[in-house]
C-alpha cells in the first residue's frame, strides 16, 4: 500500500461520487450532486471567476480526503466581502486577484471544509492548501481564505496561523412545537401581532401556498422557480449567479433534499423560494416573485418554512446570509467563521488588526441583539 497522496483536481467529475460523498456526509451543499451542478451548468466555472483547485488526498485508489477550493479571479458570490482588502491592494500597486477561496460557491451556509475522516487528515489538507497557496498555486495568488467553517474546521485554521473572522446569521430554533400557533403563543405580543397581520393580508390577497418537496416537483414547477429568481435578480440590478440548468440539476439529483414553495393567485403561479434540506436542518436559499403583495416575502420565504420544520420535527432553519428583519419573526443571531492567510506580511497585519477590532463589533451586536429577542421574557 502506497503513502498518502496529495492531488489538485479541476473537474469533480474525475472523482467517484460515493467517495466524495461518504465524506461529506449528509450535507447538501457539500455532495457530489450540488457541486457538479454548479459545474456543469456552467455557474461555477472559469467564466465568472471560478476555477474548482480541489485538494484530495489518495491512497491508492481511495479518496482519504478532500476540499472544495476554488482559484477565484473576483470577490462575488463568497458572502464573505473583502471587497475593500483588495482596494487595498490595488491603491498601493499589488494584485489581490487570483485568490484562492475554500467554500461552496454562492453558499453562506456553515459546515465542514476540510472533509475528512480523522484530524490527521484534516490537518494534512489544509496544510497541503497553505503550500499550494504560498507556492502562489502557479499563478501568484495573494491569499487563501477558508469561508463559513465549523468549529473544527476553525480551529485547525487558527491553530496553522490563519486569522479568524466573525459575522452574522440568523437562524430560527424549533424546541419541538406542535404547530404554528404555539410557536407563535412563544413570541412577545407585537411581534405575534406582525405575524398574524403579514399572513391575513397574504390570505386576503386571494394567494394559496404549497409546498413542493422534489419527490413531487415537475420540470415545469422548476422552471417557474428559475424564471422568478432570474426576474428578481434582474429587478434588483443583480446578474443571475445561478440558472435555470443548475435548479433542474438539483431537482432530479437531489429530490430528497429539495423543496419548493410556490405561491398561487387566480390560478396561475407567481412567486417561489427554494430551499434545502436534511432531518435535521432546513436551509433557506433563494426566492423570486413576479407579482409584489404585501407579506409574500415572509411568507413565502419564511412561515411555510417553519411550518414545514414543525412538521417535520426539523430542529434549525438557517435564513440565508443577513437580514437583520428576521428578527422580528423568531430568528436569533448566530455566528458564523472565516478564516484566512495573505502572503504579504505587511498587509496580513493590517488585516489582522482591522479583524481584532472588527470582531470586538460583531461580539457587541450580538448581544444588542440578544437584547431584542423577539421572544417573551421569562
Known amino acids: 500500500m502506497n503513502s498518502p497522496a496529495l492531488k489538485i483536481i479541476g473537474d469533480l467529475a474525475e472523482i467517484p461520487a460515493a467517495q466524495w460523498d461518504a465524506l461529506a456526509g449528509d450535507d447538501p451543499f457539500l455532495s457530489h450532486a450540488y457541486l457538479h451542478a454548479l459545474q456543469e451548468s456552467g455557474c461555477a466555472t472559469a ?17 482519504l480526503g478532500a476540499m472544495p477550493l476554488y482559484l477565484k479571479m473576483n470577490s462575488y458570490g463568497e458572502h464573505v466581502f473583502d471587497f475593500a482588502w483588495a482596494e487595498a491592494y490595488q491603491r498601493n500597486g499589488l ?19 476540510l472533509l475528512a475522516s480523522t484530524p490527521e487528515t484534516r490537518a494534512l489538507l489544509l496544510k497541503g492548501a497553505l503550500e499550494y497557496a504560498g507556492d502562489g498555486a502557479g499563478m501568484g495568488v495573494s491569499s487563501l481564505h477558508c469561508l463559513f467553517l465549523d468549529e473544527d474546521d476553525a480551529g485547525e485554521a487558527q491553530s496553522r496561523g490563519m486569522m479568524l473572522r466573525q459575522d452574522v446569521q440568523f437562524h430560527w430554533h424549533n424546541p419541538g412545537y406542535l404547530d404554528f400557533d404555539e ?8 411581534k405575534r401581532k406582525r405575524i398574524k397581520q403579514e399572513r391575513r393580508r397574504v390570505q386576503e390577497a386571494g394567494i394559496t401556498l404549497q409546498c413542493v418537496t422534489g419527490e413531487h416537483a415537475t420540470r415545469e414547477q422548476w422552471a417557474f422557480f ?35 414553495v410556490i405561491a398561487s393567485r ?11 434540506f436534511t432531518g435535521d436542518v432546513l436551509y433557506g436559499r433563494s426566492w423570486g416573485a413576479f407579482e409584489y403583495h404585501p407579506g409574500l416575502h415572509f411568507e413565502a420565504c419564511y412561515y411555510q418554512a417553519i411550518e414545514f420544520c414543525i412538521a417535520r420535527n426539523i430542529r434549525t432553519f438557517e435564513g440565508g446570509a443577513q437580514g437583520e428583519h428576521k428578527l422580528a419573526r423568531g430568528f436569533l443571531p448566530v455566528t458564523t467563521r ?41
Request: aromatic letters at 12%; charged letters at 20%.
Open 47 to 63: 467564466q465568472f471567476g471560478w476555477q474548482a483547485r480541489f485538494i484530495t488526498l489518495w491512497q491508492d485508489e481511495r479518496l
Open 95 to 113: 494584485r489581490y486577484y487570483p485568490k484562492l477561496v475554500c467554500t461552496v460557491p454562492f453558499t453562506p451556509v456553515t459546515g465542514r471544509r
Open 183 to 190: 410557536y407563535l403563543a412563544a413570541l412577545s405580543r407585537d
Open 226 to 260: 428559475a424564471s422568478c429568481y432570474a426576474h428578481t435578480r434582474q429587478t434588483h440590478h443583480s446578474p443571475p449567479a445561478l440558472n435555470e440548468d443548475f435548479f433542474q440539476r438539483i431537482g432530479a439529483t437531489m429530490p430528497q433534499q429539495t423543496l419548493l
Open 266 to 276: 387566480e390560478g396561475r403561479m407567481i412567486a417561489s423560494a427554494l430551499n434545502l
Open 338 to 378: 472565516s478564516a484566512h492567510w495573505l502572503a504579504h506580511p505587511q498587509f496580513s497585519r493590517a488585516v489582522e488588526n482591522y479583524l481584532q477590532q472588527e470582531t470586538g463589533a460583531i461580539q457587541e451586536y450580538v448581544d444588542e441583539l440578544n437584547e431584542r429577542s423577539p421572544f417573551k421574557r421569562t
